[in-house]
C-alpha cells in the first residue's frame, strides 16, 4: 500500500476523532445555550398538558448518559391558578438524544422525579386519583383513540391510533397526599416505581413499591393496548397487589369507561381476614374473624355488580366452593350467594360481618352492630361439618342476612347431639336500642352431651329429649342480654338417668336435718322415667313453673326463682315416694320429703323442711 494512502487514511482517523471530542466538548455549551430551561418546561407540558415551571438552574451531564438536572419542577392545572400544583419535585432528571440537541430538539427518553409529591383528590366513585388534565399530546392521544374505539368498540383499528413515542417515567422516594380540611393528608409514602411505554400505539407496564397505611405494598400492571383501555375500549390487563396483610391478582379482559366492567380470572389470599379489614378500616370487623383465607373465581364486573363464578374459598385451610354476587346500586353495598364446604367454623366466619361473638381483649362484650349501617348480606352456607364454639355440627345448612337495621342469622338444620338442631339470632337495631333474640330448638338430642355442651353438669337428665330456649333483650352488651332477658325455657326427655345425684344419700341427710351441700350427694346416678322442665324468664330471672323427674319409686319436683345476675338460687323441691307400700295408712297420699335449696348455681346447698321419705 502506498505510503501516501497510509497518510490520509491515519489523517481522516484522526480529523474523525477530533470531531468527535469536539462534538462531545460542545454539547455542555450547545445544551446551556439552546436546550434552555424555558424549552425543556415547554416540552415537558406539551406533553403532559399541565404547565410546568423550573424554578432552579438546569445542569447539564455528558457522561455516562446524555441528561439535564432540573431542580424544584412543578407540574399544575393550567386553568386552576391558586390551586396547589398537581405534582412537585425536588429533582427531575431527564435523559435526553445527543443528536436531537445539536439541532436544537428537546427528545426525552427517559424522566425521573426524585422526591415527588402528587396531590390527588377523592372522586365521586370514591377513588383517590390527580387532576386530569385539559390538553397535552398524551390527552389528545387518547381523544383521537376514543374516536377509532368508538367507531367499532367491538374490534377497533388498531392501526389508527396514534404512534407518538413516550418513553419512562420512573418515581423514586415520592409520596400521595390529599387535602383534608385544608391541610394535605398523606396516603402512600416511599413512592418508587417505573412507567415503561415505548409508544403510545405498543404495550406498557407499570411496577410500583410504597407504604401504604403503615405496610409495604407492591403493584405491577401490564396492558398489550394500554392506549385502548384509556380511551374506554376493551383491553387484556394483568394487575397483581402485594403487601403483607394480603396479594390479590387479576388476568383478563377490563374496560374503565362510563360502563365499565372486568373479565377474567381473580385470586385473593390473606393470612388473617380480621388484619386485612382493620388495615383496610372497612369498619365490619367488630369481632374476632377467621384467620387464613384464599379466594379463587372467574370474576364479571359491571354496571354496579360483581360476579364471583366458580369461586373456590379457603377458610383456615377449609375448602369451599360456591358463587357470590356483590351489588353496588342500593344505598349500601349488598353481597349475596352460596358456599358451601366440607368443615366450617360457624361463628368465627360470621364474626368477620357481624357481631356474632363478644369482642374479647377489644373490650367488654359490647355490642357493635354498627355492620348493618355498612353492608347488606344474604349468605346461604352449607356444611359437612362445621363447629358453633364447642358444639360440633353435622350436615348444616344456614343463612346470613343483614338488612335495614334488621340481622338474622339461622341455621335452619343441622345434626348434633344425636339429634337435630335448629337456631336463630337476630339483631334488631330500633330508635330505643338493639334488640337482641336467641331462639334455639333442640330435638331428640342426647341430654348429657346437650347439657355439657352448654356448660350444666349438675342434675343433668341422661336421655334423649327436646329443649326449646328463647330469649329476648337489649342488646347494648352481651351480659345484658341475659341480666335483662324475657323468654321461656322447656325441656322435655324420656327414659334415662338423672346424673350428679346420689338419692339415698340425699335422702338420708334430710332425714338428719340440718343444711348440706349438693357437692356432698352428687356421686351417683339416678334411672329415671323421664323428665319435664318449663321455666319462664324475665329481666334476667327464671322462675321454675314445673321441674319434675320420675323414677319407678320416686318423683323429684324443683320450683322456685334462680337469677342469672347473681347466680342467685331460691328454690323449694321435694321427693316423693311413688310405690304403694309407702302410702300413709290414713289414705292421704305418698310420703314426701320437701326441701329448700339456695346458695348459687356454682355452690347450691339443701336445707330440710320436712322428713317424710326416709334414704335407703
Known sequence: MPSSLIRRGIWAIGVAVLVSALVVAALPLIAS???????????????????????????????????????????????????????????????????????????FSTARLVRPTIRVHRTASGFFLPAIPSGGRITRSIDTARGVVSADPAKPDLSKLPADPFGTVELRDGRVVTTVGGKDTEILSSLTGQANWAAMNSNATLSATGIWRGESVAIDFA???????????????????????????????????????FDGQAKFAAPSLR????????????????????????????????KFENTTVA????????????????????????????????????????????AGAAGPGEID????????????????????????????AATAQVKNGLAVFDISDASAFGGNIQSSLRFDRKPEGTQVELRLLA?????????????????VPVGTGTVSVILKGPGKAWDSIFENADGSVTATFGPGALSGLNLSAF?????????????????GTLPIDGAEIKATISKGV????????????????????????????????????????????????????????GGTWRTPFISPISRGVSGE
Open 33 to 107: 445555550t439552546r436546550i434552555v430551561r424555558d424549552r425543556i418546561a415547554w416540552e415537558m407540558s406539551a406533553w403532559s398538558g399541565f404547565r410546568v415551571t423550573i424554578d432552579g438552574s438546569p445542569r447539564i451531564e455528558v457522561w455516562p448518559s446524555f441528561r439535564a438536572i432540573l431542580s424544584d419542577v412543578t407540574l399544575s392545572q393550567w386553568t386552576e391558578t391558586d390551586a396547589p400544583p398537581v405534582v412537585e419535585a425536588e429533582r427531575v432528571e431527564v435523559d435526553l438524544s445527543a443528536m436531537a440537541a445539536l439541532r436544537g430538539d428537546v427528545v
Open 223 to 261: 396492558s398489550p393496548k394500554p392506549l385502548v383501555l384509556f380511551a374506554g375500549g376493551a383491553a387484556p390487563v394483568t394487575l397483581s397487589f402485594k403487601a403483607a396483610p394480603a396479594t390479590f391478582s387479576f388476568d383478563g379482559v377490563a374496560s374503565v369507561s362510563e360502563n365499565a366492567y
Open 275 to 306: 388484619r386485612v379489614l382493620e388495615w383496610s378500616q372497612a369498619g365490619i370487623a367488630p369481632g374476632a374473624a377467621i384467620g387464613a383465607v384464599s379466594v379463587s373465581s372467574k370474576v364479571t364486573a359491571g354496571a354496579g355488580r360483581v
Open 315 to 358: 377458610l383456615d385451610n377449609n375448602p369451599g366452593m360456591g358463587a357470590l354476587d356483590f351489588s353496588f346500586g342500593e344505598a349500601l353495598p349488598m353481597i349475596s350467594g352460596t358456599l358451601a364446604f366440607d368443615t366450617l367454623d360457624l361463628r368465627s366466619f360470621l364474626s368477620a360481618f357481624t357481631p356474632l361473638a363478644p
Open 369 to 396: 352492630t354498627s355492620f348493618a349501617d355498612r353492608i347488606n348480606l344474604d349468605l346461604r352456607l352449607s356444611a359437612a361439618h362445621a363447629t358453633a364454639g364447642a358444639i360440633q355440627l353435622a350436615d348444616v
Open 443 to 459: 330435638s331428640d338430642v342426647d341430654g348429657g352431651a346437650f347439657a355439657t355442651a352448654a356448660g350444666m353438669t349438675r342434675l
Open 507 to 523: 335422702l338420708k341427710h334430710t332425714e338428719q336435718g340440718g343444711f348440706f351441700a349438693l357437692d356432698d350427694v352428687s356421686d
Open 542 to 597: 327464671a322462675r321454675l313453673d314445673k321441674a319434675e323427674a320420675n323414677s319407678a319409686k320416686y318423683k323429684i319436683w324443683l320450683s322456685g326463682i334462680a337469677s342469672y345476675t347473681g347466680r342467685g338460687l331460691a328454690l323449694s323441691g321435694g321427693v316423693t315416694q311413688l310405690d304403694q307400700a309407702a302410702t300413709q295408712a290414713n289414705g292421704q297420699g305418698p310420703n314426701q320429703s320437701s326441701f329448700f335449696v
